[in-house]
């Protein structure tokens, strides 16, 4: 049986303005954001661009999963600020 180290993963994103960073990073927080237990998710606005760290000790393939359910949240929340131009 072999060990499970867990997987990482990191993303920058980067935005036209300020305010639209720290829109879609609130949105995505992990307030706001419900990631599977034991999964450590961090997100924060700097300036123009979102850093996210995500930490899953299940492995690549609840990592990969994370990753699109949170990419999926990116898009809907970068969708709705575009609604309010």
């Known amino acids: 049986m072999s060990q499970n180290s867990g997987a990482e993963a990191e993303l920058t994103l980067r935005y036209p303005d300020e305010e639209t960073a720290w829109a879609v990073a609130e949105a995505v927080s992990p307030d706001n954001y419900q990631a599977p237990e034991g999964m450590e998710v961090s997100v924060k606005s700097r300036k123009t661009e979102i850093d ?22 990116l898009a809907a929340a970068e969708k709705a600020l575009k609604g309010l131009d």
């Open 52 to 73: 996210v760290h995500i930490r899953c000790p299940k492995g690549v393939g609840s990592l990969i999963s994370t990753l699109d359910d949170l990419l999926s949240c």
